[in-house]
């Protein structure tokens, strides 16, 4: 006798379930229909947007996929800290041509400066293969034009909408690449930036080309010069008939860049005061840090119209350490929040650092000198300071190193924990780089400023 199922005898049980599966095919065949089927996707292809969710994870970098109008195909990186103040500011922080956003997250200060201070950072990225910003087409030289500018804009409307941030407390500082974008999106959309801080960029229009290139070459070298009133219209013209506030602008510049030179300096100087109708003596010039001169127009407060700081013997490798802090202070970010208020602005303290290195292809040594120039001994001691974009410690003597990357804090040996007046101690590293090779410019020694040798 077979005994496969086929000719076994239906049981009023098994004509049971046979029915209601019957009944439930429809369902089920609805449901794996309208249920997409998991795919692998390979590291790094394009997925198809996705819609972003009500708020990022806390504390984490998250890329937001979908913000708005995006003409030039960027993506959106966003840090929210752990405490975000009631109705936070935001401030959008754009990376160097070559980087990206989560490379400026972390290569940078602002991110540590929003878990003080309760902001929200927003980090474009550029996906073209260049990785440099759209600061040169007609585009991306007027408000609404198209490119870059747009697509930031969208990203910032998408993060005020979202956290209910104060939509009179946004901020742009960048780097190289993005801080032209500083200067672009501050001529572009006034109505959105309460102001900006530029390391190391050119004025709003230098960059301009009608030929499709990403570069001008006269205005990289410092051969563009304009009378104060011809940079002032080039911003009026990209949203004309604005009559609002303009935004204020710190600028930063070394003296010895050699990929964006020096006279931009004070090109843009010429351009941000002409804007805010402003003359071209300063208010007050002082030296807050040795080698530093900074110079305030229309007032002599944190909070100028327009603020200048140059940097003797520096090249293009901005921010360095303390850097973004001073920018945070010129926003008034400093000033609430989930942090405490501000204090007194930082002051070159009793130290002072002496820094050598010597490069090739890939790699670089640097040697760094420490010394207590006053009058107490130092018990106990973190060196802190930021590295040029592009740089990875792989080795180092006379201090512990971390991180590896960004903003570094070298912690003393047990050795030489101790630094008697008028002594100093001698450490170094060993780093790689991806081209540039120079020091950082400027360090803090248990947290205050120090001088540089």
């Not at 901005?318 to 001073?326: D, E, T």
Request: proline letters at 8%.
């Amino acid at each position: 006798m077979s005994r496969t199922g086929s000719n076994r005898p239906r049981t009023p049980l098994r004509r049971a379930l046979v029915t209601l599966l019957g009944a439930l095919a429809p369902l089920l065949a609805t449901l794996f229909l309208t249920t997409p089927a998991a795919s692998a996707v390979p590291s790094g292809a394009p997925t198809a947007p996705r819609p972003a969710p009500a708020a990022a994870p806390a504390a984490a970098l998250t890329e937001v996929t979908t913000f708005g109008s995006n003409p030039s195909n960027l993506q959106m990186y966003l840090y929210v800290p752990d405490t975000v103040a009631a109705r936070p500011a935001v401030l959008v922080a754009v990376h160097y041509c070559g980087g990206s956003g989560p490379a400026f997250h972390s290569g940078t200060e602002f991110a540590s400066l929003a878990d003080r201070y309760g902001f929200i950072v927003v980090y474009p990225s550029v996906t073209r293969a260049s990785k440099c910003f759209d600061v040169s087409s007609p585009q991306a030289l007027r408000r609404g034009g198209g490119s870059d500018p747009v697509g930031i804009r969208s990203m910032v409307d998408w993060a005020t909408r979202t956290y209910g941030a104060d939509t009179g407390r946004v901020y742009v500082t960048g780097a190289s690449s993005g801080a032209m974008m500083t200067n672009v999106l501050l001529g572009d959309y006034p109505d959105v930036f309460a102001a900006g801080a530029a390391f190391m960029g050119v004025p709003f229009g230098c960059f301009a080309t009608t030929d499709g290139s990403e570069w001008n070459s006269a205005c990289a070298n410092g051969t563009v010069s304009r009378t104060p009133a011809a940079w002032g219209d080039l911003v009026r013209t990209a949203y004309p008939g604005y009559s609002g506030p303009r935004p204020r602008m710190q600028l930063w510049h070394g003296t010895e860049d050699a990929i964006l030179r020096y006279p931009n300096f004070g090109e843009e100087i010429k351009q941000w005061t002409n804007v805010h109708g402003l003359a071209q003596t300063p208010a007050t010039t002082d030296s807050p840090q040795s080698g530093w001169t900074r110079t305030r127009y229309g007032s002599s407060g944190n909070q100028a119209a327009v603020e200048a700081i140059s940097l003797q013997g520096i090249g293009h490798n901005l921010p360095a350490g303390g850097m973004a802090a001073r920018a945070i202070t010129f926003f008034g970010l400093d000033s609430g929040g989930s942090g405490p208020g501000p204090g007194p602005e930082p002051q070159p303290g009793t130290c002072r650092v002496a820094v050598t290195t010597s490069a090739w292809n890939t790699g670089l040594t640097a040697s760094v000198t420490v010394t207590n120039t006053g009058t107490t001994p130092v018990d106990g001691w973190k060196l802190g300071f930021t590295l040029p974009a592009g740089q990875t410690i792989t080795s180092g003597w006379g201090a512990t190193y971390a991180p590896v990357t960004g903003a570094v804090t070298a912690t003393n040996a047990p050795y030489n924990a101790t630094i008697n007046p008028g002594t100093g101690v001698a450490i170094g590293y060993q780093a790689g780089h991806s081209g540039v090779a120079s020091a950082p410019g400027a360090f803090t020694l248990n947290g205050t400023a120090c001088a540089l040798a």
